[in-house]
């Protein structure tokens, strides 16, 4: 759908020279946010930060071989290890990376399959004298 020059001057003016939000914006011109990221940026809009790289990429490999060799190897330990190889990154930073690496045990329950009258349980208790 084409804009009016007009209309899009009046996003550009609000969002950059009186600093309104793009939501603000969105809202002063009865557009959706989307459509004014995109008139304000085009297709080079400003990423959200997630595809910034992180300060732990560069000792993945050192977290993944530790993580192979000791699946149960704390933060803290992995800490103390990356920092003597350079790292200079925070503790959370760490956690956050080693969080969705590390391989989950699930555990599984499988339903008890008996016949009615077959097995009893009981659960005991004392009740006093």
């Not at 956690?95 to 009258?117: A, D, H, I, N, Q």
């Amino acid at each position: 759908m084409a804009y009016t020059p007009e209309l899009i001057a009046q996003i550009r003016r609000l969002h950059f020279h009186e600093h309104y939000t793009i939501h603000a914006v969105s809202q002063v011109v009865n557009l959706h946010r989307d459509t004014v990221k995109r008139i304000l940026y085009g297709d080079h809009s400003p990423d959200s930060g997630h595809s910034r790289p992180k300060i732990t990429d560069p000792y993945l490999t050192v977290i993944m071989e530790h993580l192979d060799n000791y699946p149960s190897i704390r933060c803290t330990k992995l800490l103390r290890i990356m920092k003597d190889r350079g790292y200079c990154g925070s503790y959370n930073s760490l956690r956050r990376t080693v969080y969705p690496l590390r391989k989950r045990k699930k555990e599984s329950f499988r339903p008890m399959e008996v016949f009615k009258g077959e097995q009893g349980q009981v659960d005991w208790a004392h009740c006093g004298e």
